[in-house]
């Protein structure tokens, strides 16, 4: 038996040759879902795939197949258990027979016991497709202002008083939720930042750890990941913006400083960090002696799109040189490498997929912030090219987005529309309508978020960047227009107290405020523009 990615499990590739072997065998499938970052997937690893009894038992009665979710969205979205690792087992045509997460050898014999037995009496017809991929279309309505009302009631009857953040369980920092917040709740914002400064920051070497088990923000999951410490950069970016908290600043800075420092790899910025409790809980003089926790240099669109986003919105309203340099490398990085005619790479290999509607929404945020930011120049291009390709191949009869181009192995030729990521793409959308003047982009920004709306009063916070999305098309963003990129007016306009705002540079000598197509009178002078943005039209 070979001895592969540290266990005695002969492990394939998920790819459809292994359900093929799988149909002439007449085995079912027994998928890992893995990833780099994960401590509990390395210690299955080491305990209950490098049991030889188990290995051969595995490689006895199923097909194993090994999949890194990192390098595979599609099917982490489609498989994914409730967190990672995830065991799953399925037919040859990839339904689902049963699944969990981490396995102790001991259940796992049980386990493989029960799924041979079930598979002996049933075969095939024991699999079931999972819920989100067989009630797929999402209920559509109108865009409303009843969306916002509501996830603002949502914010408020899920927040936990005593220990600040959403929800009585473990607790997710959610920066979406947080920047939705700041807006309309500003108490409750400003006390989960604390909270998520206090519990989940690395005071040592700087960025987030990735969550907590417990109520009270106790137990933290100690894995970094590049997308989870740029949502949470632009969370505090935000929260200074609004309160002019210097606390804020220095805690968003020093995770610049970490997504700049340990991972960035020369080119653009690492995918993760791994979880190590045994290092992260030294103390300071033993952590400098140690080796840290293995870094996973892979350059992934979707999540360098949201660092150069994170890091371009920090720069926005601090002067920080820096952020803005490293932004602009990895931006353009991934255009060089991963952008073929408007068609993202996932990563910068043969066997990544491409077209996925992440990397698209991810990069096109990144790509809009910047041509706020330092200018339409170099920028404007690629995002067209970036929005247009994702529009011609992935919005759905429904006008909703596909996660991807339904093709491939298991359950990847079914549609998924997620939810989240179709918020995102509306928001990058927005922001390109008003930086062309194109309303091709509002209007499809519009319609994929309208084929979810038939469900909001269904919605929690977990997607309050949905709900904030559905404000700026219904409302439509307040756009400011100023002279080119780093004059006074324009780093003026990019500090208004509004971060769902649009700034657009032009050539223009003067800068106007524009709200719900009404335009203010010219302002001459910061201290101007900032009273016509106060001053405006309201929606």
């Known amino acids: 038996m070979t001895f592969r990615d540290g266990t005695l499990v002969d492990w394939r590739?998920?790819?459809?040759?292994?359900?093929?072997?799988?149909?002439?065998?007449?085995?079912?499938v027994l998928a890992c879902l893995t990833?780099?970052?994960?401590?509990?997937?390395?210690?299955?690893?080491?305990?209950?795939?490098?049991?030889?009894?188990?290995?051969?038992?595995?490689?006895?009665?199923f097909v194993p197949v090994r999949v890194d979710v990192d390098r595979n969205p599609r099917v982490r979205e489609r498989y994914n258990m409730g967190g990672f690792p995830t065991t799953v087992f399925l037919t040859p045509g990839g339904e689902v027979l049963t699944g969990a997460t981490y396995l102790a050898p001991d259940t796992m014999r049980g386990v493989l016991d029960s799924v041979r037995e079930t598979w002996n009496a049933k075969g095939t017809a024991a699999g079931s497709i999972p819920r989100n991929l067989s009630d797929s279309n999402p209920p559509s309505g109108e865009v409303t202002a009843d969306i916002e009302a509501h996830m603002v009631e949502q914010v408020a009857a899920s927040f936990d008083d005593e220990y600040g953040g959403w929800g009585s369980g473990g607790k997710f920092p959610l920066p979406r939720t947080i920047e939705f917040a700041l807006k309309r709740d500003r108490d409750?914002?400003?006390?989960?930042?604390?909270?998520?400064?206090?519990?989940?920051q690395d005071t040592y070497d700087g960025g987030f750890y990735r969550f907590a088990e417990s109520r009270n923000w106790g137990d933290p999951h100690r894995e970094k990941l590049a997308d989870e410490n740029a949502g949470l950069v632009r969370a505090f970016t935000t929260g200074y913006l609004y309160t002019g908290e210097d606390a804020y600043e220095n805690t968003a800075e020093r995770a610049v400083d970490y997504l700049t420092m340990d991972l960035w790899t020369g080119e653009a910025f690492a995918g993760s960090q791994a979880a190590d409790d045994d290092y992260y809980?030294?103390?300071?003089?033993?952590?400098e002696e140690a080796e840290p926790p293995h870094?996973?240099?892979?350059?992934?669109a979707d999540r360098n799109g949201m660092v150069a986003e994170a890091l371009l919105s920090f720069a926005a309203v601090t002067d920080h040189d820096g952020a803005t340099r490293y932004a602009e490398r990895a931006l353009e990085h991934?255009?060089?490498?991963?952008?073929?005619?408007?068609?993202?790479?996932?990563?910068?290999?043969?066997?990544?997929?491409?077209?996925?509607?992440?990397?698209?929404?991810?990069?096109?945020?990144?790509?809009?912030?910047?041509?706020?930011?330092?200018?339409?120049?170099?920028w404007l291009e690629p995002a067209r090219a970036v929005a247009d390709d994702a529009i011609d191949r992935l919005v759905a009869a429904d006008d909703s987005f596909l996660d991807g181009e339904p093709t491939g192995a298991g359950l990847l030729d079914r549609p998924l529309r997620p939810l989240e990521t179709n918020a995102e793409m509306a928001d990058a959308l927005i922001d390109?309508?008003?930086?062309?003047?194109e309303d091709r982009y509002m209007e499809t920004a519009t319609d994929a978020l309208a084929a979810f709306a038939g469900a909001y009063d269904r919605m929690g916070v977990e997607v309050a960047g949905y709900a904030a999305a559905c404000a700026r098309a219904h409302y439509d963003p307040l756009v400011v227009r100023t002279p080119p990129a780093g004059t006074d007016l324009h780093r003026a306009a990019l500090r208004i107290a509004d971060h769902e705002k649009v700034v657009v540079p032009g050539e223009r000598?003067?800068?106007?405020?524009?709200?719900?197509?009404?335009?203010?009178?010219?302002?001459?002078?910061?201290?101007?523009l900032l009273e016509r943005a106060a001053d405006g039209p309201a929606p």
């Open 35 to 61: 990833a780099p970052w994960c401590d509990w997937c390395e210690r299955m690893d080491e305990e209950t795939y490098s049991d030889p009894k188990l290995a051969a038992n595995i490689g006895e009665s």
């Open 334 to 378: 991934v255009l060089d490498t991963h952008l073929v005619d408007g068609r993202v790479a996932h990563f910068d290999a043969e066997d990544s997929e491409t077209g996925l509607l992440a990397d698209h929404a991810r990069l096109l945020g990144g790509l809009t912030t910047a041509a706020q930011v330092t200018g339409p120049d170099g």
């Open 13 to 28: 590739p998920w790819g459809q040759e292994a359900f093929d072997v799988a149909d002439r065998a007449g085995k079912p």
């Open 188 to 200: 409750r914002a400003t006390r989960t930042l604390e909270a998520v400064r206090t519990h989940l």
């Open 432 to 437: 390109l309508w008003a930086l062309t003047g």
């Open 281 to 287: 809980t030294m103390n300071p003089s033993d952590r």
């Open 295 to 300: 870094v996973d240099e892979t350059v992934f």
């Open 509 to 528: 000598d003067d800068a106007v405020v524009v709200r719900s197509g009404e335009e203010t009178d010219p302002a001459e002078t910061p201290d101007e």
